[in-house]
């Protein structure tokens, strides 16, 4: 997921770091520096195609590198940081807030590194004050200090600090980190260099945290006897899932086996939990590199990527690839115990495409239409038994939902059927058949789900709209309004549908 590094360039940033005697003295901001290479060091032999930002703030915010693959473009800006007055942790976390906002939108999962000294700032003391204080906790009190918290956007929220553990300010500064973490609504922890506060400790603390979040997925991709290493991004994550009856845990496998293959117009779009790019690791005279490694470095072609070396190397990968794409085809491949995904060719463009994978929920039954995927075979069976079945497959029984039905999950469902029903009734007389269709629609679906106060509340809005008519209005808009508000209140029967009432305006059909 994108990173966005927030590093602290306050004063104190610039305190010396006591270090062992054999050791050079570093200031913490520089410390800091060396802890965010390594960072990037990871990204850049594992994640190369992640998106990286930097961010410094003290008592103000600046974005010095927008999301960027670049990462020797924010290592220099890394290089040219100045000292600035006092921390702001509020301006820091808006800052943030607004780049990812702009950036990446409310629907994207973002990892948030904010990089901090721990001490016992004015800042710090103030927020312990206000957010840990039982006489200011409460819901106000948090938006009119930290309006941006919770983030309106999936995240995991990091703070580093670059001190000893047994520093006494981080005993006063730690209480208000995980304040602050849990308010934002996002996964993440506080961490702290182990052993003392060096350039060492610094440097395994962010290895660490790269091993932790940023280590890539290896696997191999088989069908029959052909094999391939493949690297998939992002990495897939295992499933867990808590249902009515029982936990559901499941485990992605190193090993993705394709089961068979489907015409892409019968898979359709079904749900994904994940969808990822399956990118060939290439075996060359520099040693096993991925295909993210040779994109970076320029080596690579635009279809699928492929090496230099293709002839000499063939890539099953590459073959899968360029069949599924002529052949209009995707490949239903096993990717865990009793858990499917679908390889297929994708293109964001009509010179690119690519091979990706879209894993689907766990177990047999995750493509409604194509039945259990346990039991699927190849055609030429099926077709050696006379008569089979085509997709999508049609249950046995009679659904009850097979006709449509109305959906209230959001407010915005319910607002639109009624905005529905209005504007036809501005349009009477011409549109009475639909005006009275859509609001019988509405009056079954209210008493179905016992929402038997949504009739009155009816009846009140085609009174309010019948008075607010305008005199160009036809006459019988308003006698219509005024006879479906009166049978809203008296009619209670599901079955009984309200009838348009004959005037000598109706016309007859």
């Avoid at 997709?391 to 039905?405: G, L, V």
Wanted: with cysteine; aromatic share 6%; hydrophobic share 40%.
């Amino acid at each position: 997921m994108p990173l966005a590094i927030v590093l602290d360039v306050s004063l104190s940033m610039s305190r010396v770091a006591s270090t062992p005697d054999d050791e050079e003295e570093y200031q913490r901001k520089h410390l800091a520096v060396q802890g965010i290479n390594v960072l990037l060091d990871h990204l850049n032999a594992h994640s190369k195609l992640e998106f990286v930002s930097l961010v410094v703030f003290s008592s103000l915010y600046e974005i010095l590198c927008s999301f960027t693959r670049d990462y020797d473009a924010v290592r220099a800006k890394l290089q040219n940081i100045e000292d600035r007055d006092k921390t702001c942790l509020e301006a820091a976390l808006h800052g943030v807030s607004m780049l990812i906002n702009e950036e990446w939108g409310q629907n994207t999962p973002c990892h948030i590194l904010l990089i901090t000294d721990g001490s016992s700032s004015l800042n710090i003391l103030g927020m312990s004050r206000s957010l840990l204080n039982a006489s200011h906790r409460g819901a106000s009190r948090t938006e009119e200090t930290l309006p941006f918290l919770p983030f309106n956007f999936p995240a995991k929220f990091h703070v580093i600090a670059i001190t000893a553990p047994d520093d006494p300010s981080l005993a006063v500064s730690m209480p208000v980190y995980q304040k602050l973490i849990d308010l934002s609504g996002a996964e993440g922890s506080v961490f702290v260099p182990e052993g003392g506060l060096s350039s060492k400790s610094v440097q395994n603390l962010f290895a660490k945290i790269a091993e932790l979040h940023y280590s890539s997925f290896e696997g191999t991709l088989r069908s029959g006897s052909l094999s391939d290493s493949i690297l998939l991004y992002p990495p897939p994550r295992d499933h867990h899932h808590i249902g009515d009856m029982e936990v559901i845990h499941c485990k992605i496998s190193k090993d993705i086996t394709i089961c068979g293959f489907v015409d892409l117009v019968d898979v359709a779009s079904p749900p994904a939990v994940s969808r990822h790019l399956v990118l060939p690791v290439h075996s060359t005279n520099k040693g096993d590199v991925s295909l993210a490694e040779l994109k970076a470095e320029g080596e690579a072609d635009d279809d699928l990527l492929a090496v230099p070396e293709e002839g000499k190397n063939p890539s099953f990968c590459v073959l899968l690839h360029g069949a599924l794409k002529v052949e209009n085809m995707g490949a239903i491949c096993s990717v865990g115990e009793k858990w499917f995904g679908l390889l297929y060719s994708w293109a964001d463009s009509k010179k690119k495409s690519n091979l990706m994978l879209s894993i689907f929920e766990p177990g047999t039954k995750c493509i409604p239409w194509l039945g259990d995927l346990s039991l699927l075979g190849s055609l030429s069976e099926a077709s050696g038994q006379g008569s089979f079945t085509t997709f999508p497959i049609k249950p046995n029984e009679k659904r009850s939902y097979a006709q449509s039905c109305v959906v209230w999950v959001q407010p915005g469902n319910l607002q639109a059927d009624i905005q529905k029903i209005l504007r036809h009734a501005r349009k009477m007389p011409d549109k009475t058949q639909h005006f009275y269709k859509e609001l019988n629609r509405l009056k079954r679906a209210a008493l179905s789900m016992g929402f038997a106060d949504l009739m009155e509340t009816m009846a009140v809005i085609l009174d309010r709209e019948c008075t607010l008519l305008p005199h160009t209005a036809h006459p019988d808009c308003a006698i219509q309004l005024t006879h479906a508000a009166a049978q809203l209140r008296l009619s209670r029967d599901v079955r009984h549908n309200i009838t348009a009432l004959r005037t000598k305006f109706t016309h007859d059909d």
